[in-house]
């Protein structure tokens, strides 16, 4: 679909906060002001995920942050993921939130997690969250180097020089999921706490909550989200926080080990989208092993290939779209969610069904649907009865999603559906606010502003060398082709879908 209302270059008239980009020099102000904002955000080798509402690092926030930094300094890519090494656990998972001692305005802080109290695989310092996020820090490593190797110099080098020691960081954390969220070696990665899948309230767990039970020793709270995020009706609910802090009590009972985690706590379902993201980013860690001389190479691509096939297996012919299960019923609830989209991110499908579903991407019942502003991939389809378009993960479109699936599809060759949803998402950026998600119909930026993702998603989309270059050619699917032109991108040419 080649609609005018998705491109950044024919977006007619000025709106929103600092008005439409519609020309280059308003896309290198784009491009500035991203900067300026991943700057500000900037902590001791740390970036907060947005400065008010997420004073700390977010495990795949950051991981994306760092691909948006590489552009600007490629050091201080490297930093950012090497804070986030300083918090892994020692069965080498990497904690949802490495907490800055200096911060104490974000609730549930270090405190209420209590990780190093409840197990000996914490790290005292930095104080850390007891659980994880979907695992993209492979991705972004790797794109960090092809930005690095670009640049040539200094900076390729400080890249190299860093490469071995993140490896092996990153071998011991896709161990540690192959592993232990995924014991019977289904596919698929078990989550404990929708926190985990980073789409907080999306309806794909509303079921899985439901048998959460929240007991009378849950200790009293206070959210300081309602205070940042002043419209409450974008957040989740109450009933819906009592439960995320009933779940950590569960975690902290089950001493935040993995094997009585899965016997006891109430929440436990499969993740689709972080099975996808595990299954690329083997892919890409098993390049870096060829890279880095290691010989791990081949259980990688053994871990890509058996998640890639949990992925697909999980397609429900009703909805077309991937599901999540959940675990302590059973059942799998069919939802329309961006989630569902999961196998595009990966593979694994056969070439007619990998067309259908991208024809189903690009229909109106998601980036084609008639109301919205820009085709970009709402949180939740428009047609779905569970759209609420300005509720947090259940409507609104993420900026980050959407350069994640331009990213994924143009690395597996999907260029031409990757080249028009980098060029909605820009466009729905050009309003200059760096939200951290858009209402979808109206394009109004919500949530908080100069979110930390979305700036670098910003950076990324317009500057990054890749994708001007030739797809990595892949045997999952089969891609449209292009020949990649080798230049880097020009801000206007590389925008038309
Ligand atoms: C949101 O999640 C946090 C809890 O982890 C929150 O609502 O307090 C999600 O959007 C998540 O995906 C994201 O990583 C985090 C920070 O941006 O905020």
Not at 92 to 117: K, L, N, Q
Not at 136 to 154: M, N, P, Q, Y
Not at 169 to 186: C, F, I, K, S, V
Request: charged share 20%; aromatic share 8%; proline share 7%.
């Amino acid at each position: 679909m080649t609609s005018e209302k998705s491109s950044v270059l024919t977006e007619p008239s000025a709106r929103g906060v600092g008005g439409r980009s519609s020309s280059a020099d308003g896309l290198i102000a784009m491009a500035a002001r991203a900067a300026y904002v991943l700057r500000g955000n900037s902590g001791e080798g740390m970036t907060r995920a947005a400065p008010d509402l997420y004073p700390h690092q977010w495990s795949w926030d950051a991981a994306f942050v760092a691909v948006g930094l590489a552009h600007l300094d490629v050091g201080r890519a490297c930093t950012e993921i090497d804070g986030l090494f300083a918090g892994q656990w020692r069965t080498g998972m990497i904690p949802h939130i490495v907490f800055d001692p200096d911060e104490s305005s974000y609730f549930p802080g270090p405190d209420r997690w209590a990780c190093s109290t409840f197990s000996a695989d914490a790290p005292a310092a930095p104080q850390t969250s007891g659980i994880c996020q979907p695992p993209v820090h492979a991705l972004a490593v790797e794109r960090i180097l092809s930005i690095a190797e670009r640049r040539g110099g200094d900076a390729a080098e400080a890249a190299a020089g860093w490469l071995p020691g993140a490896y092996r960081r990153l071998l011991q954390w896709h161990r540690y999921l192959a592993t232990h969220r995924d014991p019977d070696g289904e596919g698929l990665l078990t989550i404990y706490h929708g926190w985990e899948s980073g789409m907080d309230n999306s309806p794909r767990w509303d079921a899985v909550y439901a048998g959460v039970s929240v007991g009378d020793s849950l200790p009293p709270y206070q959210r300081r989200d309602i205070a940042v995020v002043t419209d409450a009706s974008q957040r989740p609910s109450q009933s819906e926080y009592d439960r995320y802090l009933w779940i950590v009590e569960e975690l902290k009972r089950a001493g935040y080990e993995d094997s009585r985690i899965r016997s006891s706590a109430s929440f436990l379902s499969t993740d689709v989208f972080m099975s996808a993201i595990f299954a690329a980013a083997n892919e890409a860690l098993a390049r870096l092993a060829v890279r880095v001389g290691a010989s791990e190479g081949d259980e990688l691509q053994g871990y890509a290939a058996r998640f890639r096939k949990g992925v697909a297996d999980s397609v429900d012919e009703g909805t077309g779209l991937a599901t999540d299960r959940n675990l302590r019923t059973g059942e799998s609830t069919p939802v329309e969610t961006v989630a569902g989209f999961a196998p595009l991110l990966c593979g694994g499908l056969d070439d007619q069904a990998e067309s259908r579903l991208l024809a189903l991407l690009e229909s109106d019942r998601w980036t084609g649907h008639p109301d919205l502003s820009h085709c970009v991939l709402p949180s939740t389809s428009p047609e779905s009865a569970d759209f609420r378009p300005r509720t947090y993960w259940r409507g609104p479109s993420w900026p980050v999603v959407n350069w994640l699936f331009a990213w994924t599809l143009h690395h597996r060759g999907q260029v031409g559906a990757a080249g028009r949803i980098r060029a909605a998402a820009l466009a729905e950026l050009g309003d200059g606010a760096l939200a951290e998600y858009y209402e979808p119909v109206t394009a109004e930026p919500l949530g908080s502003f100069d979110q930390s993702w979305t700036a670098a998603a910003a950076l990324d989309l317009l500057l990054s060398p890749d994708w001007a270059g030739r797809p990595v050619a892949t045997t999952h699917g089969s891609p449209e082709r292009r020949p990649g032109s080798g230049k880097p991108p020009s801000l206007t040419e590389d925008l038309s879908p």
